[in-house]
């Protein structure tokens, strides 16, 4: 497993370097850039961690620097330094999802809790991601006509109802749900909408 | 004689309403002593009625005595006629030669005196006998045998004389007039010369023994008199519609005047008086009845503004120029009301008196609109200076939270450290050396923000201190005069052209000038004194002051004011000062404050003198 890394980067190089001392005391893994595309340059899906990133920066600043995480499939949580309160940038970043914010001349306690609780969201957030995954690939072993079943399954029909949405006979939808349940090990109705919803099946339906 | 007699009843008739007609002349000339034709007049009409009166005389002689005695008092009213006629052609027509007049005067003149040394008169030598005889059914008298003088060719030479000067006048009237002139060259010129020639013609005929009849002017006369009765009721005529159309430009004007809400008004410095329209009257809150006398007028004016007023329209009547002043109008309990006045002089004049004609017009709204836009503009150039304020204040913010924000964490860093067990001593001391660095930094960023807030310092050229004065003055000018300020300004002599740079310095006053009207506002309109004054400085330097009569600078304040950002007002930044002694001491000079005598303060700008020997 890829250790948890607190990515640092600030256009300033002496709050970089003074950063990562205060967050490699604290214990945590620090890796330093100086730019967003240095960054970007090293890390990739399966990078684990945070970014803390300052807001304001000379060519890709820290929103656009969200937005190329998001296209790149970087899915680490951000927090975000800022010199001063800014508010309608922090109201866009944390529409874009920025987890936290920190004022650079914060005390290092502000900036330590907001990397913890964004390596504790990094955690869940990929053990939710990971979890999603193994339940798409499994839903993509089951055949069109049993996906079919399994939606209306999982909105609450019955057999019965199926059946007759469908156009087939009873028989076969008990035959098609045998097959699924076969395929994903799951019994109940209660759980087939539980892993559907995990995976992000049927949701708008 | 027992029944009434014609020829009396006629003569007497005629020359009555000669006199009358003169008379009214006589009137007209009294309105207006500019028409002296209608003197000229009175005097020939006096001259016929004597010369009527003269010749019923002569027709009722009854010896060649009194008959010769009527003929020779009958020269002074001829005199009186030929000199009226001579003078009302001459002013009535216009066009007599001034050379030919002196001479039928003068001709008429020596005749008169000989007149009264000859015996019986000019005309005879000798009178022998005279008779009777029937003119319009009654007997009078005639003279029968007598011996013509010998200088009676003298008479008809004058006489002659006379038509020739009526003559000329009206043919040069007709040939220069238009159409007007021409009808006055045809009837008066006209009758008059062929009263002239006629009765002339016929007295040269009974003198000369020709012909054996009274000597008769008096009818011939009624050839003029009757083109002078025309010619009045004309003029009665065209008075009559020169009043009607004077009347309906009056009235276009009124109406003008009132659609652009202007009033009218006149002023006779003589009489101290004043002609105005109701819409002039409206705006002094004046009632009809009122109008007349100036005092009334000037009652209405703001206390603080009549001497101002009056001096002004002195001024205007002194120097026939044009003037106009604004001026507040006290609205009973309500805001005075702001009123410009625009009038024109006519000079005295022999004969005019002296007087302003002009225009009023309430200004309230529009100066009103005026000030707020002064007001909105204030505001506009403060919330701007705020704006960039803020502006720097952001970008400052920025800047010097990454040194500050890099040296906390570096401290932090080094804190936590400086727990453990081992302290990483080469860590330690680059920890150190960063934060020096960054310290280094934050003051970097402040410096340059300092003199990004600094002016750079012009370009110093001699600055005349009068012409800085007058440079305030001009721009605080009209803000002064809107808030009832009364700005002074005092130079003593021969001071220095101090070294500088000029926009700087006058904002510097300027800026201090405010200030000082600031300070005033709450003293009541007329004690609102700010004073400017230039004066000589130790060291031969220059010190301009600025004091007013304010409330003065609270004890304990005096270095505070100068601080960045500490104001007083509600809506200053408290930069002022600030940058004014900036200023100062950019110039090497200084600027100090205290509070003077009347209460209020006094700011003293001292700049060194120009240093003579120059690197």
């Known amino acids: 497993m890829i250790t948890p890394t607190v990515h640092v980067v600030d256009d300033d190089e002496s709050y970089v370097r003074a950063s990562a001392r205060v967050l490699s005391s604290a214990g945590f893994v620090v890796r330093a850039f100086t730019s967003g595309k240095e960054f970007l340059a090293a890390a990739g899906p399966d990078s684990r961690g945070c970014v803390v990133a300052d807001l304001e920066m ?21 927090v975000f330094l800022s010199g001063h309160g800014d508010i309608p940038r922090t109201v866009r970043a944390m529409q874009e999802g920025a987890v936290d914010f920190v004022e650079k001349t914060a005390p290092k306690h502000k900036l330590l809790d907001a990397v913890r609780r964004a390596l504790a969201r990094d955690v869940s957030e990929s053990d939710r991601r990971l979890k999603a995954a193994a339940v798409r690939e499994r839903l993509a072993s089951l055949t069109p006509r049993e996906h079919e079943v399994l939606g209306e399954v999982v909105r609450g029909l019955l057999n019965k109802q199926v059946a007759a949405k469908l156009g087939i006979s009873e028989r076969t939808v008990k035959m098609h749900r045998t097959s699924i349940t076969r395929k994903l090990g799951v019994h109940s109705t209660a759980r087939l909408a539980v892993l559907t919803r995990e995976a992000g099946l049927f949701e708008a339906g | 004689m027992g029944k009434l007699s014609l020829v009396t009843v006629l003569w007497s008739t005629v020359a009555a309403a000669t006199l009358l007609l003169g008379f009214l002349h006589l009137l007209r000339w009294m309105a207006d002593r500019r028409a002296r034709a209608d003197l000229a007049f009175m005097v020939t009409a006096l001259g016929f009625a004597g010369v009527a009166f003269t010749e019923l005389w002569a027709m009722h002689a009854t010896t060649p005595e009194e008959w010769g005695l009527a003929v020779r008092w009958c020269h002074p009213p001829i005199f009186l006629l030929t000199v009226g006629i001579v003078a009302f052609v001459h002013f009535h027509l216009g066009t007599g030669r001034a050379w030919l007049a002196w001479t039928t005067v003068g001709a008429r003149g020596v005749i008169l005196v000989w007149n009264f040394v000859a015996w019986p008169n000019f005309n005879f030598e000798r009178i022998d006998s005279i008779a009777s005889l029937s003119f319009l059914g009654e007997p009078v008298t005639v003279v029968a045998a007598a011996v013509t003088s010998r200088w009676q060719f003298l008479g008809t030479i004058a006489s002659l004389l006379l038509a020739i000067y009526v003559l000329d006048a009206s043919v040069r009237l007709w040939r220069t007039g238009g159409r007007e002139q021409r009808d006055r060259a045809a009837l008066i010129g006209g009758s008059m010369l062929l009263f002239v020639l006629v009765a002339s013609a016929y007295a040269q005929l009974v003198i000369f023994g020709l012909m054996r009849v009274p000597i008769l002017i008096t009818p011939p006369f009624l050839l003029p008199l009757g083109a002078m009765c025309f010619e009045m009721s004309r003029d009665l005529l065209r008075v009559g519609r020169l009043t009607r159309e004077l009347r309906d430009n009056q009235r276009r004007l009124e109406m003008a005047a009132g659609a652009a809400e202007l009033g009218l008004w006149e002023w006779d410095g003589r009489a101290n008086r004043v002609w105005a329209t109701h819409q002039a009257r409206a705006i002094f809150n004046l009632a009809e009845e009122d109008q007349g006398d100036f005092r009334h007028w000037l009652e209405r004016v703001h206390p603080d503004d009549r001497a101002r007023l009056v001096q002004e329209m002195r001024r205007a009547l002194d120097s026939g120029d044009e003037c106009a002043v604004e001026f507040r109008i006290l609205a009973g309990g309500a805001a005075p009301r702001i009123v410009l006045a625009r009038g024109r002089a006519e000079p005295a004049g022999p004969e005019q008196p002296a007087q302003v004609r002009g225009v009023l017009r309430d200004i309230t709204a529009q100066r009103s609109a005026q000030d707020e836009t002064q007001e909105l503009r204030r505001e506009l150039a403060h919330s701007g200076r705020v704006w960039l304020l803020s502006q720097l204040t952001s970008s400052l913010a920025h800047e010097i939270s990454q040194p500050l924000g890099a040296i906390l964490r570096n401290a932090e860093a080094a804190g936590m450290m400086l727990e453990t067990a081992q302290p990483d001593h080469e860590e330690l001391k680059a920890i150190v050396a960063d934060i020096l660095r960054d310290d280094r930094r934050a003051r970097e960023v402040i410096d340059r923000l300092r003199s ?39 130079a003593s002599p021969h001071l220095p052209p101090v070294p500088g740079d000029r926009v700087a310095l006058t904002q510097v006053l300027l800026n201090l000038a405010l200030n000082a009207m600031d300070a005033v506002a709450d003293r009541p309109a007329d004690q609102r004194r700010v004073l400017l004054k230039a004066e000589t400085g130790r060291e031969g330097g220059v010190d301009l002051c600025v004091s007013d009569n304010g409330q003065g600078i609270p004890a304990g304040l005096e270095r505070r004011i100068f601080e960045p950002f500490y104001t007083t007002k509600s809506s200053g930044m408290g930069l002022g000062l600030a940058i004014s002694r900036g200023i100062a001491e950019s110039h090497g000079g200084t600027l100090t404050c205290e509070n003077n005598g009347q209460g209020g303060a006094v700011f003293r700008l001292f700049l060194p003198a120009p240093r003579e020997t120059s690197p």
């Not at chain 1, 929103?63 to 190329?68: D, I, K, N, P």
């Not at chain 2, 600094?454 to 201190?465: I, L, N, S, Y």
């Open chain 1, 58 to 78: 000379p060519g890709l600043d820290g929103l656009a620097l969200q937005a190329e995480m998001v296209r790149a499939g970087v899915l680490m949580p951000v």
């Open chain 2, 452 to 490: 990004m807030l600094k002016r750079r310092a012009g370009e110093h050229t001699p600055v005349p201190v009068d012409g800085l004065l007058q440079d305030v003055l001009a721009l605080v000018g009209a803000d002064a005069a809107s808030r009832g300020v009364w700005i002074e300004h005092v």
